[in-house]
T-cell receptor, first 112, second 116 residues
Framework: AQSVTQPDIHITVSEGASLELRCNYS??????LFWYVQSPGQGLQLLLK??????LVQGIKGFEAEFKRSQSSFNLRKPSVHWSDAAEYFC??????????FGKGTRLSVIA | DSGVTQTPKHLITATGQRVTLRCSPR?????VYWYQQSLDQGLQFLIQ???????AKGNILERFSAQQFPDLHSELNLSSLELGDSALYFC???????????????FGEGSWLTVV
């Protein structure tokens, strides 16, 4: 069955530290991959997306993600986290004509 | 601002009642999607419309229905409401039908529904 897994429910990092949020998917066809962020009480904002081409994609707010087909992963990274990055992060996948499927999300807390 | 507009932003209603949530997609987008976000279920796809026709159906209850009008706005109707229907309902839109290259899906800010 098609699925998206975000193994980490909650991550806490110090401000200025690097960040990596994990995402693994299970799809038969070529997937299109997304990361969204949801701040408390807010909607979903698109951070970045991967459709094809360069497997390292840049997004907004200094985020990047790398698509690794061999590992079925699309991990989100940021070299230096800011307190304003505290939010819930969702990995999402679409393949063929299937609707966008989300992982359960990873809540990021940032400490001083 | 994603360009997707949802109303109302917040809604409190009693069990057994019926509500309608409204969504205006981004200008030019033909597809509209509805998602439900709850603490226990996460983000669940409910239904998709493309240019007025139902395109895909997910975990949508029979008590719920949706439609997309000729001007491409969409409404999600929730009836015989139960406490468990309390959730954040998102509308999203995209230019095309499904998972085609370049078909980015943009979300509105959601409608918070509380059933008491």
């Amino acid at each position: 069955a098609q699925s998206v897994t975000q193994p980490d429910i909650h991550i806490t990092v110090s401000e200025g530290a690097s960040l990596e949020l994990r995402c693994n998917y299970s799809y038969g066809a070529t997937p299109y991959l997304f990361w969204y962020v949801q701040s408390p009480g807010q909607g979903l904002q698109l951070l970045l997306k991967y459709f094809s081409g360069d497997t390292l994609v840049q997004g907004i707010k200094g985020f990047e993600a790398e698509f690794k087909r061999s590992q079925s992963s699309f991990n989100l990274r940021k070299p230096s986290v800011h307190w304003s990055d505290a939010a819930e992060y969702f990995c999402a996948v679409v393949s063929g004509n299937t609707p966008l499927v989300f992982g359960k999300g990873t809540r990021l807390s940032v400490i001083a | 601002d994603s360009g997707v507009t949802q109303t109302p932003k917040h809604l409190i209603t009693a069990t057994g009642q019926r509500v309608t949530l409204r969504c205006s997609p981004r200008s030019g987008d033909l597809s509209v999607y509805w998602y439900q976000q709850s603490l226990d279920q996460g983000l669940q796809f409910l239904i998709q419309y493309y240019n007025g026709e139902e395109r895909a159906k997910g975990n949508i209850l029979e008590r719920f229905s949706a439609q997309q009008f000729p001007d491409l706005h969409s409404e999600l109707n929730l009836s015989s409401l139960e406490l468990g229907d309390s959730a954040l309902y998102f509308c999203a839109s995209s230019p095309m039908r499904g998972g085609l290259s370049g078909n980015t899906i943009y979300f509105g800010e959601g409608s918070w529904l509380t059933v008491v």
